[in-house]
């Protein structure tokens, strides 16, 4: 059985004093005993309030990016030491938009997942693929590629400790959600392309679906067979509308 996971990826959003007001509300509406792991990427400034708010909760908490060297010259980079400090427990690598607004290359996410696992942390490993290239039939090609750049040199062990999401790029933020049988059609081409590298772990690995989820649709996904949660932007910034997402995956 995989524990489901609902991540609230926050990216550019709140500021401390709205962070701080976010998880105390959230905080309340989570019973302890919730069958569902949730987990909150707040931007790195609001990190330390996440930590306050939410220490002793069940919830956990990660960061939307990380370089994968120590320390260094790389201005405006943070890197996993520095983010170890604050208690996280997940990192976001190769979300979409590091990868097609801010360049990020395949090399680039391959030794960040290394970090991060080197760093005894979890990778949520982002795939998808842009509308032209599901358009020209070529989707499970462009993620075979992410999957393979990012995950290829890893030990079975490793890569149990993966979570992979699915965010088609013509998904996100626009409103329109994959279909579910094409976004189950997905996670099963990746369920059978980890079985294929690293066998019986590949029964273990969590792979969420992200891309314009909310409260309402968020069930036709999170009841897909190898569909094992979600990954929610617009939809986690209001607590009420995130913890709604996260009761469909319970
Ligand atoms: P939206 O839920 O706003 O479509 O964003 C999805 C996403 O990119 C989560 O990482």
């Known amino acids: 059985m995989r524990t489901p996971i609902v991540a609230a990826n926050w990216k550019m959003n709140k500021t ?33 309030v996440v930590r306050e708010e939410l220490s002793g909760t069940p ?6 990016n990380a370089h994968p060297e120590p320390k260094g010259a790389f201005t405006g980079e943070v890197s996993l030491p520095m983010l170890i400090e604050h208690g996280i427990s997940y990192v976001i690598v190769g979300h979409s938009e590091r990868r097609h607004i801010f360049g990020e290359t395949d090399e680039f ?9 080197d760093a005894g942390l979890s990778p949520i490993l982002c795939v998808g693929e842009r509308l032209e290239e599901r358009r020209s039939g070529r ?11 990012a995950l290829g040199v890893l030990s079975a062990e490793e890569a149990s400790q993966v979570v992979i999401a699915y965010e088609p790029v ?3 933020g626009t409103g329109v959600p994959a279909r579910p049988e094409d976004a189950q059609e997905m996670a099963t081409a990746i369920r059978g392309w980890l079985a294929e590298r690293f066998g019986d772990v590949a029964q ?3 792979i969420q679906y992200g891309g314009s989820v909310k409260p309402g649709n968020a069930g036709d996904f999170l009841k897909l067979p190898d569909i094992d949660g979600a990954l929610v932007g617009g939809a986690s910034l209001d607590p009420d509308s995130f913890f709604a997402i996260a009761e469909e995956a319970s």
């Open 170 to 172: 013509w998904a996100i």
């Open 59 to 64: 919830i956990k908490w990660g960061a939307q």
């Open 16 to 48: 401390q004093a709205e962070a701080r007001e976010y998880c105390r509300r959230f905080r309340e509406l989570v019973p302890r005993d919730f069958p569902v792991e949730l987990v909150i990427f707040p931007p790195f400034t609001a990190l330390h």
């Open 109 to 117: 996410i391959s030794r960040k997942v290394r970090a991060v696992l």
């Open 139 to 149: 989707a499970w090609e462009v993620v075979e590629g992410q999957l393979s750049a």
């Open 204 to 206: 273990k690995v969590r």
